[in-house]
C-alpha cells in the first residue's frame, strides 16, 4: 500500500473497509474533539457502521465523486482528509478533515490538504477547490486562511447540526492561485 510522507512521522494512506476496527477506535478517540464540527462522528458507532462508511467512500472512489485517506502519526490514524465532493464534469471539489485530539496542532491537517489539492488541480484538473466550515470552527478557518483560500461568502443558517442552525462559511482556492503559490514558495 501506498504511504505519503507529511514529514514529523506522519503519512497520508488510503483506508479500506477491511480496516473498519482500526477506523472505528480513532472515531472513539477523536468523537468528543470532532463531533461539534463533523457529522460522520455520530455516523460511525460501531463496526458495521464503520464499515459502511468506509464502503461508501470506497465506492465513490471507483465512482470518481469522492475518496477518504487516513492521517497516520506513527503508524497510528489519528485523523481524516477527503473529498466530500469531487465534481468532474464541473471542475469543482470540497476537502473535509478531522483530527483526534493528540494529534491537534502539528500542522497535519495542512499538509495532507495540501497533497489533496495538488493531486486534485494538477492530476486531475479541478479549477476550483472549496472548503466550507462552521462560522464558529476556528481552527478550521484558521486552517483555510493558511491554505491561501479566499472567503467567498457565508450560508446564514444552512447546516442545522446537533440543534443549532450553523452558518456556514465557503472558503475557495482556484487552480490558478495555488499555482501561484505553489511557484511563490509558499507551500
Not at 33 to 46: E, G, I, K, N, S
Not at 68 to 86: H, K, M, N, S, Y
Not at 143 to 171: C, I, N, T, Y
Request: aromatic residues 8%; proline residues 4%.
Amino acid at each position: 500500500m501506498f504511504a505519503i510522507p507529511l514529514g514529523d512521522g506522519a503519512e497520508l494512506r488510503p483506508v479500506e473497509p477491511w480496516q473498519a476496527q482500526e477506523f472505528l477506535e480513532h472515531i472513539e478517540r477523536a468523537r468528543e474533539y470532532a463531533r461539534p464540527w463533523v457529522p460522520l462522528m455520530v455516523r460511525v458507532t460501531d463496526v458495521e457502521s464503520a464499515r459502511a462508511l468506509l464502503q461508501d467512500f470506497a465506492d465513490r472512489q471507483a465512482a470518481d465523486t469522492g475518496r477518504l485517506w487516513a492521517v497516520r502519526l506513527d503508524g497510528t490514524l489519528v485523523g481524516g482528509v477527503l473529498f466530500r465532493v469531487f465534481d468532474t464534469a464541473n471542475e469543482t471539489c470540497e476537502v473535509g478533515v478531522w483530527l483526534e485530539p493528540a494529534a491537534a496542532g502539528r500542522g497535519l491537517v495542512g499538509r495532507a490538504v495540501e497533497v489533496l489539492v495538488d493531486w486534485a488541480v494538477e492530476e486531475r484538473g479541478m479549477h476550483r477547490v472549496e472548503w466550507l466550515a462552521s462560522s464558529a470552527n476556528h481552527r478550521s478557518i484558521a486552517v483555510a486562511k493558511r491554505l491561501g483560500m479566499s472567503r467567498d461568502g457565508v450560508l446564514r443558517e444552512s447546516f442545522p447540526w446537533q440543534g443549532v442552525r450553523h452558518d456556514m462559511e465557503v472558503w475557495s482556492v482556484l487552480a490558478p492561485e495555488w499555482r501561484a503559490r505553489r511557484e511563490a514558495g509558499r507551500r
